[in-house]
């Protein structure tokens, strides 16, 4: 699915109106009816609920939300707020609906009217702005944002995005913003979800599909992506009846030293739960029985050095590498790492100290082979790539990166993206803070080595296992909590992420 900026949305919309046949009433209807249902299959009646609504279109979904609720017998109540003199038609129609219903109505025009409204113990749905906003929230309504965020609140759902957060552009760490429990966002998730400078407002996403024209929207002129399950889903591969573990590839993953055993077993044990056939761990001989103790099932190759690899491996045809959890940075290790990557031809999976010996060895990165993928997070990305100053530069150099070496980079963080050697960038909301902690991104080495090994092409490998590993993740944290669960946990929980793709 493509994402889209404020202008690319409301093309979409326009379209989706000339298309379909319908109004904007009619679309804000649907919009609205979505939103009802959501709050009445998660919520329900034993809620008290209050709307808090905006000048625009959002405040508009907000208004007829509001009629939804009191038709329901919802206890609600509606709080308009009144920065403007000038309202769409839609608006004062459904303001007019709204004012012949049983809805309790409250206007705010100053902060003295702040005293009427008790937030304590409601839900508040901030229908307030959506991707209108236009600059930043000021004022009486920056104050009023801030009434809901001190509040007692039950908690707070947004209606399409966080109001004060924009939909394409970066906050600054002033803005005031609504921090909200839940987003109810429609149709795509917007580019500032993904952007730290502003997305810690968003709380939990739900996209809510409003049947916008699919086929104008696939057709958007856009090289940024949104993954989602049911989408990755389609591209796992079937296992086929007449076949054998020779099938599905053998993947070698390379790293540990003494101490750093841990990167070795965690990155292997993935590997172990991603289909692949067979498995090879590469340490040093101080990690042979720790391993093969940890992941009986893979087998141990040990023949360079005892408490660091180094010399010279022998590449095999056979294999599919993954290099550098727990490797080190120390000389012998990038002579281990440079001698790798003069003999290997064809891509490889390249992640933490591998990186890091990149990194401090900038000549290596002329050796990585062309649709390699390297998984750095932030801080590697950084020193393989340069500073930026903020998020939409950070995407700007991840593309030109990309593209120059003709890699695709897994750039780890909250909010994970892909970039491809075209230049495509893949997003996605997958993964949870829980997966914080140490030892999760040698979990996604593995996963990744893993499915490469199976003829996955680094695309689908990048795609595939990013989701999986953040659908884990998930997992793992509904069954632990997120301060409970580890890595190892999230290992466990691979094979139920593969059921939540087979069956999205
Ligand atoms: N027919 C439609 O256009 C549909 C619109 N939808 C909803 O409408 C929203 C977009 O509506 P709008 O384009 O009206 O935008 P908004 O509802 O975000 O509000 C824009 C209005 O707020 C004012 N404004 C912007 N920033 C302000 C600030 N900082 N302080 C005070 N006033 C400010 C603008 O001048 C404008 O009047 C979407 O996010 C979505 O919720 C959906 O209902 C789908 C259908
Ligand atoms: N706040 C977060 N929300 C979602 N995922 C996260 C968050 N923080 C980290 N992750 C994920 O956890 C992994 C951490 O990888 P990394 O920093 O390489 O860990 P390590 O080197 O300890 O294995 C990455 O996949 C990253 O995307
Ligand atoms: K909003």
Known sequence: MKLLNAQQIRELESITMERQNITSADLMQRTASKTYFWIKHNLGLKYAYTVVVGPGNNGGDGLVLAQFLTRNDYDVECVLLEVSDTYTPEYTYELEKLKRSDCKIKSVKTEADFEEVNLTGRIVIDAIFGIGLSRPAANMVASFIEKINTSLTQSVIAIDLPSGLYCDQLNSPDDTIVLADTTLTFHVPKPSFFFLEGGNSVGKIIVLDIRLDYAYANDIDSKYFYLTTELVGTSLKKRTIFTHKGNYGHANLIGGRKGMIGAAVLMTKAASFSGVGLITSTVPSVGLEILQQRVPVAMCETRYGEHQLEGEIEIDEKYTYGIGPGMGT???????????????????????????????????????????????????????????????????????????????????????????????????????????????????????????????????????????????????????????????????????????????
């Open 330 to 504: 120390s000389a012998a290790s990038v002579q281990f790492l440079s001698n790798f990557l003069d003999k290997i031809d064809r891509p490889v999976v390249i992640d933490a100290d591998a990186i890091n010996c990149i990194a401090e060895n900038p000549e290596l990165l002329n050796k990585v082979p062309e649709n390699s993928i390297l998984t750095p997070h932030v801080k590697e990305f950084r020193g393989l790539a340069g500073d930026t100053t903020d998020s939409l530069k950070q995407l700007e150099l991840l593309t030109s990166f990309s593209m120059k070496h003709k890699v695709y980079i897994v750039l780890k963080d909250a909010r994970t993206i892909v970039c491809t050697p075209e230049g495509k960038c893949l997003f996605s909301l997958n993964g949870t803070p829980g997966m914080a902690t140490g030892g999760t991104g040698d979990v996604l080495t593995g996963i990744l080595t893993g499915l490469l090994a199976q003829g996955y092409t680094p695309e689908e490998t990048a795609k595939v296992g990013l989701v999986l590993h953040g659908v884990a993740g998930e997992l793992a944290a509904e069954r632990l909590t997120e301060y409970a669960m580890t890595a190892e946990t999230i290992i466990e929980e691979i094979g139920n992420a593969f059921k939540v793709l087979l069956n999205a």
